[in-house]
């Protein structure tokens, strides 16, 4: 089945460092790939996402791109803030017409200190 | 905007207890869906729906129940509540053509 890995977390960075979230998937098909992001006590919103092979996905800084030879999606940030401590979860979905079902990452979760 | 409202926030129940979560979506999205959270696991499907009277199993729908008699509305139900059951609890909605899911706040469950 499909599946998603990520680093495990916590992440603890000095504000104004640079982040890399590594994300790997496996998937039966061609998925569309996204980085979701939960801010402490809300539900996840969606952060960035890609539809096909070396599209980059970027908001609010963050950037990552598809590579399909080595099936990742890594989610990286030149200079964090405080505001970006979060868990952040690497996910994949292959359209079916029967539910738009996502397969979500354990989540990664991002500490970044003064 | 309202977006997808769910409700309550936070419950305990004792073992055997049965509760209904609820959600509601003011966008006239088709789609629905419950994810639990366990710690260190990931989002896991309980159950989706396509619209509504139309519901299916998803990863995780062993003791849950749910219904869908609206588009709005997308009740979860345990009937008979375990230990196992304690986690987080999202509910969130999506257009049929979009892949960009709408999550609700969450409700934390814990049952003793």
């Known amino acids: 089945g499909d599946s998603v890995t990520q680093m495990e977390g916590p992440v603890t960075l000095s504000e104004e460092a640079f982040l890399t979230i590594n994300c790997t998937y496996t998937?039966?098909?061609?998925?569309?790939l996204f980085w979701y992001v939960q801010y402490p006590g809300e539900g996840l919103q969606l952060l960035l996402k890609?539809?096909?092979?070396?599209d980059k996905g970027s908001n609010k800084g963050f950037e990552a791109t598809y590579r399909k030879e080595t099936t990742s999606f890594h989610l990286e940030k030149g200079s964090v803030q405080v505001s970006d401590s979060a868990v952040y979860f690497c996910a994949l979905i292959i359209l079916t017409g029967g539910g738009n079902k996502l397969t979500f990452g354990t989540g990664t979760q991002l500490k970044v200190e003064l | 905007n309202a977006g997808v409202t769910q409700t309550p926030k936070f419950r305990i129940l004792k073992i055997g207890q049965s509760m209904t979560l609820q959600c509601t979506q003011d966008m006239n999205h088709n789609y629905m869906y419950w994810y639990r959270q366990d710690p260190g696991m990931g989002l896991k499907l309980i159950y989706y729906s396509v619209g509504a009277g139309i519901t299916d199993k998803g990863e995780v729908p062993n003791g849950y129940n749910v219904s869908r008699s609206t588009t709005e509305d997308f009740p979860l139900r345990l009937e008979l509540a375990a230990p196992s059951q304690t986690s987080v609890y999202f509910c969130?909605?999506?257009?049929?053509?979009?892949?960009?899911?709408?999550f609700g706040s969450g409700t934390q469950l814990s049952v003793l």
């Open positions: 890609a539809t096909k092979a070396d």
């Open positions: 998937a039966t098909g061609y998925p569309s």
């Open positions: 969130a909605s999506s257009y049929p053509e979009s892949e960009k899911l709408f």
